[in-house]
Nanobody, 119 residues
Framework: VQLQASGGGLVQAGGSLRLSCAAS????????MGWFRQAPGKEREFVSS????????YYTDSVKGRFTISRDNAKNTMYLQMNSLKPEDTADYYC?????????????WGQGTLVTVSS
């Protein structure tokens, strides 16, 4: 499966962005999906994941209550709605996929989309 992330940009603290991850190739609904991020000088970290059906979602503690992950299997697309953004959310955001559910160590990765949150 090929993954294409988009939607990053520059936003002020407290603002919102919605990231999208479009998938092509094999059946989208066969994959658990997720978002990871990497800030400058830091290791890549897990942000959120969603099960193949969309019925289960997971978040890292720092984004709970602010970010919402979703997917539209008919459109082969996953989303990350990010609200109340903070400067510490600044990072390259990567979408990922794996046939194993729940998502643990993804096999497929998209390119990053940069999110910059100004204070």
């Amino acid at each position: 499966v090929q993954l294409q992330a988009s939607g990053g940009g520059l936003v002020q603290a407290g603002g919102s962005l919605r990231l999208s991850c479009a998938a092509s190739g094999r059946t989208f609904s066969s994959y658990a999906m997720g978002w990871f991020r990497q800030a400058p000088g830091k290791e890549r970290e897990f942000v959120s994941s969603i099960s193949r059906s969309g019925g289960s979602t997971y978040y890292t503690d720092s984004v709970k209550g602010r970010f919402t992950i979703s997917r539209d299997n008919a459109k082969n697309t996953m989303y990350l709605q990010m609200n109340s953004l903070k400067p510490e959310d600044t990072a390259d955001y990567y979408c990922a996929a794996d046939p194993r559910d729940p998502l643990r160590v993804p096999y497929y990765w998209g390119q990053g989309t940069l999110v910059t949150v100004s204070s």
